[in-house]
């Protein structure tokens, strides 16, 4: 079945929301249309920081809606002001444990993209399970996404990426499309974030993941 959406010239005039969602005030399980007010692929952005990248992305693809979800008050707050500020109207932020919110309230096979930018590596082994990337949430991932659709992730520890790639290759839900390191601190993607630009001045190096759901 094709997927009716709402035309480009609708989602140009979607307002930016006022202010970011906590978690509970979003419906379990969630309504991409409803909330949005449009009907459009949909893609998700893990730990949106500043909203640096949505921004740049919701912009370059006003034919697709972008949901942020940012654990930290300070870091959802500042993405949904940059989204007013722009004028950024198919971007909303919800400030949320991903892991959980993914879980319990996204829906089956409705995300057409995931993107996860240099998500936390909690280094200490003490800390090992709060790492993003275990074997429930590849779960999850997997079963929020349309199959085909492609997660995204860029790490700046060598160890960490490698930890990433093994997960994502041992997956039998996933297929590894692209890995790569990244050192052109020069260029000016969108895709680049705001962490990356400081992991490329200091480093001089990131390291990037594609990895594709599959059915
Ligand atoms: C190192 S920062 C990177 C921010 C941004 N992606 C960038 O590249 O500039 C990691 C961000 O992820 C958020 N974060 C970490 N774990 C998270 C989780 N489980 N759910 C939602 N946000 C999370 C943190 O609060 C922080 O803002």
């Known amino acids: 079945m094709t997927l009716e959406t709402t035309s480009n010239d609708l989602l140009t005039r979607l307002r930016p929301a006022e202010r970011f969602f906590e978690r509970d005030e979003l419906p379990k399980p969630l309504d ?7 009907r459009a692929p949909v893609e998700v952005e ?18 697709t809606l972008f949901l942020g979800i940012e654990r930290a008050l300070k870091y959802a707050r500042l993405a949904n002001e940059r989204m007013i500020k722009y004028g950024i109207g198919n971007v909303r932020i919800v400030r949320a444990d991903a892991a959980r919110f993914l879980a319990d309230r996204v829906p089956e096979s409705s995300v057409d993209a995931l993107h996860v930018y240099f998500t936390d590596p909690w280094p200490k082994k003490r800390h090992v399970k709060r790492r993003l990337f275990q074997t429930p949430f590849l779960d999850t991932v997997h079963r929020i996404l349309r199959p085909g659709a492609p997660v995204w992730i860029k790490v700046d520890l ?10 994502f290759e041992r997956s039998p839900h996933f297929r590894v499309t692209a890995n790569s390191v990244e050192s052109d601190p020069t260029r000016d993607v969108y895709e680049t974030t705001g962490f990356e630009q400081k992991a490329l001045r200091m480093k001089g190096i990131v390291f990037a993941l594609r990895a594709e759901n599959l059915a």
């Open 32 to 38: 991409w249309e409803a909330e949005f007010g449009a």
């Open 158 to 167: 060598f160890w960490y990426f490698e930890e990433i790639l093994g997960r």
């Open 46 to 63: 893990i730990g949106c920081g500043n909203g640096r990248f949505l921004r740049r992305a919701a912009e370059d693809r006003p034919d």
